[in-house]
């Protein structure tokens, strides 16, 4: 019980535990260590073997204390201090004379308490302190050695500022996500025109959040608002207020929010929210406390500023089940902006955004491409024109064209082909058939999408081919005709393998697997 109190359910220890462990390990280096280190080397030896030495005249030194004789060599490169007791000899001043040897009597001195407890305390207290921050600087990234003033940078938010337009985006460079831009496109006119929505007594939602698979645009959404509006663009990710020591992550949420309110009018966004927003836990144990406090002092702080000064809060998240209901009531994120996978007509101006500084032939067909990638996201889109532009720098040509666009569909959806595979002509005839099995049946349906492409390339994916179909038209709504006519041409190639070579291969494991999951869905 007690350790669950020290520790919270991720490992991470409250941080007066460090200070508590730097001190106890000043201690002990002041205690063992430090005297050793610095006092120089020390060899006792007999008295007689000291006054041996005194009359070979090998000591220049002799310190005379009351319980022990120490006595400097008189060869420079010696650096030993010879310590031997005193015993009482009334001759040993004069042997000494007599080598001519300098001797003194030492005064026993003691130290003041004053200068003891400087010593034994103060001093290692203030390197423990040192440490300490110089400990902490590291751990929240800012390891910089800038002075002591420096130091207080620990809790500060790891926000980037973008100031006014620095973003580099605006409206123009989102493509497909126009509901998306409409619903926003009201805080921009909000921070240029405050005064038209104060005089009917309206205010503007605290928050919104940006609801979406990856890669649809969400954090570009975001920074085209602050493109537009022209105002200091706050960007975070949610991970970056979570840090080793409890209590940070919440200081981090109060410095962003005061760094906010300081230039208002702009923009905070907080990407990936899930990682701090989660639903809290409700039972005493299994809980991040860590991760609680941030979010207990989002809340806070979301409740405490002025919307009407003009800062507003953008969120992103990709699971928005997972977040906690206080930051969805009204006065927080009250205004879910859903962002989702682009239709045809999306997905073309997407490739066109895209497309637009790159290189390519007069007949390009954008629109073929679009058809072609059903369900891709922005990203996906963006990356398709990225693999055509290296592969028409790979194939010796200055300029992108049809063939380079289709290939890098192939290559986002099977990847990339293997073309020193080696395949047996027994299974290479095998694979031939089994993708003119899918072929077939899917010419032979009433409700199918027209087959496009087939080949036995094996590509990196682990295919070793695969039919491709295109719909001519996008669509929304899927009969249960067209779901059985789909699972139909799904095994047609297991089915052509039987009734042709009389045999079953694992090459219809995915298609089996495709198939049981889409029947399911229809359950």
Known sequence: MNNQNNRNSNGRRPLYFYYILAFVVIMLLNAYVFPTMFKPQVENIPYSTFLQMVDEGKFSKVEISDKRLAATASDTNDKKIYITGRAEDPQLLTRLEKSKVTFSQVIPREASPLESFFTNWILPILIFFLIGQLIMRFMAGKGGFGGIGGMGNFGKSNAKVYMQANTGVTFADVAGQDEAKEALVELVDFLHHPGKYQKIGATMPKGALLVGPPGTGKTLLAKAIAGEAKVPFFSISGSEFIEMFVGMGAARVRDLFDQAQKKAPCIVFIDEIDAIGKKRDTGAFGSNDEREQTLNQLLSEMDGFDGSKGVIILAATNRPESLDKALLRPGRFDRRIPV???DLKGREAILKVHSKDVRMEDDIDLNAIARATAGASGAELANIVNEAA???VRMGRDKVNQQDLEESVEVIIAGYQRKGAVIAPEEKKVIAYHEIGHALVAALQSNSAPVHKITIVPRTSGALGYTMQVDKQEKVLQSKEELFNRIVTITGGRSAEE???????????????Q???????MV
């Open 515 to 521: 198939a049981t999951r889409l029947a399911r869905a």
């Open 390 to 392: 290296l592969r028409a």
């Open 499 to 513: 009734v042709v070579f009389n045999l079953v291969t694992g090459g219809a494991a995915n298609d089996i697997e």
């Open 340 to 342: 989702e996978l682009p």
